[in-house]
């Protein structure tokens, strides 16, 4: 190979990030952890780089596109790419694998309203319950470990309703 042909295939730390649309500290932390391949001279081996780094992805189904894609530079590749995402995506909604930001503030909103109202009670609740039980610091500790238990699982139940699929059964 000749001195012009390694000079294309390597860069400098902050080149390879600006080429690759990565922060340079993400390429630095790729450094520290040997995902980098780098020369004696102390460039970075492009195509030797991604490859290291590709065949390093743990969950490559999850990692970002640059990491698994890393030969996506042009606009129309990063378009059908994205094109391609969206669709998965769009997919994944109608199948109710996948939920809107919106869907879910929606459920945790609901939840945590549903929660506070029966906490907001207690003290109109408990208080005959627990003023009956004449101060007796072991059975109103019982009493209240119950209450709380009943509505951590209420509160569970809510959880796991809302993180099912719509129309899913429940099992």
């Known amino acids: ?15 390879f990030a600006r080429r690759q649309g990565w922060q340079r500290s ?7 952890a040997g995902r ?4 004696d001279d102390g460039m970075v081996s492009i195509a030797a780089s991604l490859a290291r780094i590709q065949a390093s992805v743990e969950a490559p ?6 990491a698994v894609s890393p030969g996506l530079r042009s606009d129309k590749e990063r378009l059908a790419f994205y ?11 109608r199948l109710g694998k996948l939920r809107s930001a919106q869907q879910v503030d929606d ?5 945590g309203a ?5 906490l907001e009670t207690w003290p109109e609740r408990l208080t005959p319950h627990l003023a ?8 109103i500790r019982v009493y209240l470990v119950d209450e709380i238990d009943a509505r951590l699982r209420a509160l569970s139940d809510m959880l796991q309703a809302a993180a099912r699929a719509p129309g899913e059964a429940d099992s």
């Open 1 to 15: 190979m000749s001195a012009d042909a390694a000079k294309v295939d390597t860069c400098t730390q902050a080149e």
């Open 26 to 32: 993400y390429v630095t932390r790729l450094k520290q």
């Open 36 to 39: 980098l391949v780098v020369t």
């Open 61 to 66: 189904g999850r990692a970002s596109a640059a």
């Open 83 to 93: 094109e391609a995402e969206k669709a998965r995506l769009d997919l994944e909604e």
């Open 107 to 111: 459920a945790l909103a609901d939840i």
């Open 114 to 118: 549903r929660l506070r109202s029966t």
């Open 132 to 139: 009956s039980l004449g101060g007796d610091e072991q059975l």
